[in-house]
């Protein structure tokens, strides 16, 4: 591990700290700056960082951002540029919440949407546990960060038996200025037993900048309760994006996450599932696209500690240009999980000689009676494919567009929801264009 002390990331963020805080946030604080010092921030030589370097990161001196977003953003624009889903929508704007930008109204009774610093105190402290749950059960130096410094998010409590009919829409927007700024957002979504519900996040930027946005999503899914969860990330080129999505199931639940991540100079996503109740099941999707010199890194864990659970993985990566995309995914098989069924499939396809990949599935089993599989490919377009399409009549560009498209389409029609995997598709084929225009 790095030292944390002399960090130009954290002494610039440091002096950025409020100085009054109620006594349960700086205990908070405090236990997530010790963590810090003590084990510092990682480097290539942890197993989990081993292909993501984060000098580029930790060299920046990071301001924290403005209370106050820019006033030429509006919320008619910034439905067009992030979708209009049909249902509430809740606006962060360099981590902070923006009122003006968001549109809350036809919530279900009993249903909260909320930011988090709206809370009041008492219900804020009676949160923190959940909240800095992740920190305390896989400890993770921007997790720490994100506790220490962290101050909204959102927050989405649906009572049990509650069905949302329209999908909830978290707007995470970075609006760099002259200075870098760090964003730490922190959100909580909790289903009661049996809901339903689906949610999609957006991270964007609305301009060229360097900007480090790093949060952090704790979501706690009650008895057959079920969350579709979709997450497309399409930050700046220069940006920094390390995200982290904790999930915790209980029994008879169903999670399933789509991500789309396009954007970041340095982009991480990070997700981790316990299967906590017999019966859980969950199923993991996701489609990675970097180009130029971009570097896009995906780790995922799935904890099954329960029996008769389910667990589905499916991650593809399209990489151009001198980019690299990595893959490192784990499923872990408690004692006593028995009937588990668990795969996991990792597919990179590589568009020039000097793009990258590295995939790494692994099984961990402590439990009889179960079934598991996993595998990896890497490869490049199939020549005699394009060799058939070119017979038909196409040119090689356009033969090898379509052979890519139809590498990704498995994973674009997993969408569920007819908007967004309409906006979902108009980004990826842009991403592919420049791919495509990168040598």
């Not at 489609?287 to 995906?298: A, K, V």
């Not at 199939?382 to 033969?399: H, K, M, N, T, V």
Request: net charge positive; with cysteine; charged share 20%.
């Amino acid at each position: 591990m790095n030292t944390a002390t002399q960090v130009p990331l954290l002494t610039s963020l440091q002096a950025a700290e409020p100085a009054r805080q109620p006594a349960w946030r700086r205990q908070s604080r405090d236990a997530a700056w010790r963590w810090l010092a003590e084990h510092g921030f990682p480097t290539t030589r942890d197993e989990a960082w081993k292909y993501t370097r984060l000098a580029p990161i930790l060299a920046v001196p990071f301001q924290a951002a403005a209370a106050q977003p820019s006033r030429r953003l509006s919320a008619a624009r910034l439905a067009q540029w992030v979708g209009d889903y049909g249902g509430p929508r809740l606006v962060f704007v360099n981590g902070l919440f923006a009122a003006r930008l968001s549109a809350l109204a036809g919530l279900p009774a009993g249903v909260r949407l909320s930011n988090l610093a709206a809370l009041p105190q008492a219900e804020r402290a009676a949160l923190e546990p959940l909240l800095t749950h992740s920190l305390q059960v896989a400890p993770h130096a921007f997790g720490a960060l994100n506790a220490a410094l962290g101050e909204d998010g959102a927050v989405l409590q649906i009572p049990a038996h509650c069905t949302l009919e329209r999908p909830i829409h978290l707007v995470f927007l970075a609006d760099p200025g002259a200075a870098p700024l760090a964003a730490h957002s922190r959100s909580l979504i909790q289903l009661g037993a049996g809901s339903r519900a689906t949610l999609v996040e957006s991270h964007v930027a609305s301009g060229a900048g360097v900007y480090l946005s790093n949060p952090l999503s704790q979501v706690v899914l009650e008895a057959g309760a079920a969350l579709e969860h979709y997450s497309l990330q399409d930050s700046g080129r220069s940006a920094f994006h390390l995200a982290r999505l904790d999930v915790r199931q209980a029994r008879d639940s169903r999670f399933s996450a789509h991500l789309t991540a396009c954007g970041g100079a340095i982009a991480r996503h990070e997700v981790r599932v316990a299967l906590e109740g017999p019966g859980a099941q969950v199923a993991l999707d996701g489609l990675y696209l970097p180009g130029g010199e971009q570097h896009l890194d995906n780790q995922t864990c799935i904890e099954h500690l329960a029996p008769y659970c389910t667990s589905r993985e499916r991650y593809k990566g399209v990489i151009g240009g001198r980019a690299h995309g990595v893959f490192d995914g784990r499923i872990i098989v408690r004692p006593g999980a028995i009937k588990t069924d668990a795969s996991q499939t990792i597919k990179n396809l590589l568009l020039t000689a000097t793009a990258q990949a590295n995939a790494q599935p692994r099984l961990e089993i402590f439990a009889d009676d179960v079934k598991c599989a996993h595998g990896a490919a890497v490869g490049q377009l199939d020549r005699q494919a394009i060799f058939y399409l070119r017979s038909r009549g196409l040119d090689e560009p356009a033969a090898r567009s379509l052979l890519t498209y139809a590498f990704v389409g498995e994973l674009l029609e997993a969408i569920h929801l007819a908007p967004l995997r309409a906006e979902v598709q108009r980004l990826v084929v842009a991403q592919l264009r420049s791919l495509e225009l990168t040598p």
